[in-house]
């Protein structure tokens, strides 16, 4: 079984402040995608990585992706109340599974 | 942009009766998926459709849960005789290849009472 923790689970900030949320896990996924999701809705895309050590910017969203394609990182710069939200990391595992393990979540609340 | 759209939003069904969740996956997509998601717990998945037939399935997938593609448009979860542990939110996903990042619906809330 591939498990994705993600930490911290909760998080509320001051606007204007950076953030850093990660997701580990102790098997390599071929790929990890990051997701949003609002109440009442499902996950949106945000990004995925592929190659380990990768790096994609979203505006003021930085993804990671570890060398060792076991863990990833987002990193917020300068939040918004906008960006309230919950915030998964989902990986695909190597081989011929089709499934995206996912991670509990980390709850995003940013005050104005 | 193409979305995937999943009726009804909510179903609230009584122990033991059948329910069936639908969903209009993007139309040039494949690959079919229905996850799950128990309030206050991680995504889950359940099974995932390609070509006319089941791909792969969980182990939460017992012999209560079937998938259907009856038309070219229409792909379904059913649940034969539901529990009150089946009480989620049912999303279902599409994708075009392979290894493509999913395309999330927002999402049938199952209620069993």
């Known amino acids: 079984t591939q498990l994705l923790e993600q930490s911290p689970q909760f998080l509320s900030i001051q606007e204007g402040e950076n953030l850093t949320v990660y997701c580990n896990s102790s098997?390599?996924?071929?790929?990890l995608q990051w997701y949003r999701q609002e109440p009442g809705e499902g996950p949106v895309l945000l990004v995925t990585v592929v190659t380990g050590g990768e790096v994609k910017k979203l505006k003021r969203l930085t993804f990671q992706f570890g060398d060792a394609r076991k863990d990833s990182s987002l990193h917020i710069t300068a939040a918004q109340p906008g960006d309230t939200g919950l915030y998964l990391c989902a990986g695909e595992h190597q081989g011929g599974s089709e499934k995206l393990v996912f991670g509990k979540g980390m709850k995003l609340t940013v005050n104005p | 942009e193409p979305e995937v759209t999943q009726t009804p939003s909510h179903q609230v069904t009584q122990m033991g009766q059948e329910v069936i969740l639908r969903c209009v996956p993007i139309s040039n997509h494949l690959y079919f998926y229905w996850y799950r998601q128990i309030l206050g717990q991680k995504v889950e998945f359940l099974v995932s459709f390609y070509n006319n037939e089941i791909s792969e399935k969980s182990e939460i997938f017992d012999d209560q849960f079937s998938v259907e593609r009856p038309d070219g448009s229409n792909f379904t979860l059913k649940i034969r005789s539901t529990k009150l542990e089946d009480s989620a939110m049912y999303f279902c996903a599409s994708r075009n290849r392979d290894r493509e990042p999913l395309h999330f619906g927002n999402g049938t809330r199952l209620t069993v009472t």
């Open positions: 098997s390599v996924f071929s790929s």
